[in-house]
């Protein structure tokens, strides 16, 4: 049943138990010292704490939740006026403070009320009782003797307090905080990355060029799009599942490039940005990536896998994304001239 109590429920019930044993301790007190206005308050906190239980029987934990630290900051106020500073009542509101700290993903206005609310009572109880010793009662001898138990036990309830906060809520809020963003991360990457491949997806690599490369000065940029030969004759022959290995051997090939992005460009395209290479180093790299392949290992008897590369190295290419998309024309143009022109070659321009 209590796994079914909402997690603001959970965080009532806590401090209810709690709040409800220290009320009655402080009534009980008030009555032997004949102290009238401190046991009012603690049965009306005693008729609270039980209407909050009702809340969240209800499945209204929401009311029970601001009823609980409207009835905390209260208390609190009121039980170290009538007994003085450090008798351990004060610190239910830096239990509260404590809260929202453990709360504070999902903190709202409300949250952040009760925080500034609490913060303020504090630092004005510690003015006005600590360093004007200022109380509503005269404490009898014996009741100021209790003054260091009375602290101790405040400050066992108060830590009990969010430690059971951070058992039965914050602990499993923080797991499902975790949960939710791990399932964002899982659906980013499917978003962001191509599933056989494990690289870029076209979209997602546009997206970051203008994220965090245009407009950035770069002196040197270059540009490759590598093309697999004849990959339909490979799907053809040999079938798609062949085809599927070809592709992940060739970015394997890629992963000893010092490459900036890879991208998946469709079907068996591939581009890879490079920044602050020379066009020498460009060209190497290219030629680079044409052995690579060729040497790629596999058990298909009469397979041959080779690339065609298209380039393109300028100091300008991101300047803006329109620019980016014609130097991506450009190294596209030589890609197909070296289709056009016996495959297995690789053609880079200069702009």
């Not at 970051?208 to 002196?219: D, Q, R, S, W």
Request: charge should be negative.
């Amino acid at each position: 049943m209590f796994n079914q109590i909402s997690t603001e429920g959970k965080l009532a019930i806590s401090f209810v138990i709690i709040c409800m044993a220290v009320s009655g301790y402080g009534g009980f007190l008030a009555y032997k010292q004949d102290m009238f206005a401190l046991l009012v308050f603690k049965i009306t906190a005693v008729v609270s704490f039980l209407a909050t239980l009702i809340f969240v029987i209800k499945d209204l934990a929401s009311l029970a939740n601001i009823l609980l630290r409207i009835q905390i900051i209260a208390g609190s106020i009121f039980t170290t006026i009538s007994y003085g500073f450090g008798y351990g009542y004060e610190l239910y509101l830096l239990g509260v403070v404590c809260v929202m700290f453990l709360d504070i993903k999902k903190s709202t206005f409300r949250s952040y009320l009760f925080f500034i609310i609490s913060a303020v009572s504090f630092l004005a109880l510690f003015y006005f009782t600590k360093m004007l010793g200022f109380s509503l009662y005269d404490l009898p001898e014996h009741i100021v003797s209790l003054k260091d138990e009375m602290l101790f036990a405040n400050l066992l309830i108060t830590v009990g307090g969010i430690a059971i906060y951070q058992q039965f809520f914050s602990v499993q809020y923080f797991n499902d905080i975790l949960k939710i963003d791990t399932q964002k991360d899982f659906y980013q990457k499917i978003a962001d990355y191509d599933a056989l491949t494990g690289v870029l997806n076209r979209q997602s690599f546009y997206r970051i060029v203008g994220e965090k490369f245009l407009e950035k000065n770069h002196e040197n940029i270059g540009v490759l799009i590598i093309d697999i030969d004849d990959f339909k004759a490979i799907n053809d022959n040999f079938g798609h599942d062949t085809g599927d290995m070809v592709l992940t051997q060739v970015v394997g090939c890629f992963s000893n490039i010092s490459s900036s992005l890879v991208a998946r460009w469709g079907g068996e395209e591939f581009v890879l940005l490079f920044v602050d290479e020379s066009f020498d180093d460009l060209s190497l790299i290219a030629d680079e990536l044409k052995n690579s392949v060729r040497q790629i290992r596999h058990d298909v008897s009469g397979l041959s896998v080779s690339v065609s590369v298209g380039g393109v190295f300028g100091s300008r290419i991101l300047d803006s994304i329109e620019q980016f998309d014609i130097a991506l024309n450009l190294a596209d143009k030589n890609l197909y001239f070296c289709k056009n022109h016996g495959k297995n070659m690789a053609k880079i321009s200069q702009i």
